[in-house]
Structure formats: C-alpha cells, structure tokens
C-alpha cells in the first residue's frame, strides 16, 4: 500500500495524514468522489480542486470540483 495526500487547492487546506491506497488509479478515485462531494455541499460556484500527492510530494491528479 502506498500513502496518498488530498490537499484542497484554492482553500489551502492540506492533508497531513494521507491515506493508504494500493495504487495511483484507487486514489484517484477517492479524489473524484471527494471532489463530488465537496461541490455537493458548496452553494457557490468554485475554482477549487483536490490535488493528490503521493509521499513523495509528487501531483498524481488534480479532480476539479464538479457536481457531475
């Protein structure tokens, strides 16, 4: 298992405890329904998106904020 990061881009919001995953494709799954559910709960609309970071700190996906 690796550890991935999902940090919220336009809040500042950091993720410093991550979560483990066993692959890039499993994380980006985790940030398309992170993103989903955020927009869901934002009445405004938003530039926002969730980045996700392997442990490294490389970008592996950047979800934007969609209701979609």
């Known amino acids: 298992m690796t550890r991935y ?3 919220l881009h336009g809040s500042g919001a950091r ?3 991550g979560q483990d995953f066993p692959n890039e494709e499993a994380a ?3 940030a398309k329904a992170v993103a989903r559910d955020l927009a869901h709960n934002k009445h405004t609309a ?3 998106c969730v980045i996700v ?3 490294q700190g490389n970008v592996i996906h950047e979800e934007p904020l ?3």
């Open 5 to 7: 990061f999902f940090h």
């Open 53 to 55: 970071t392997d442990a």
């Open 46 to 48: 938003t530039q926002d």
């Open 15 to 17: 993720d410093l405890e």
């Open 66 to 68: 969609t209701s979609h």
């Open 28 to 30: 980006r799954r985790e």
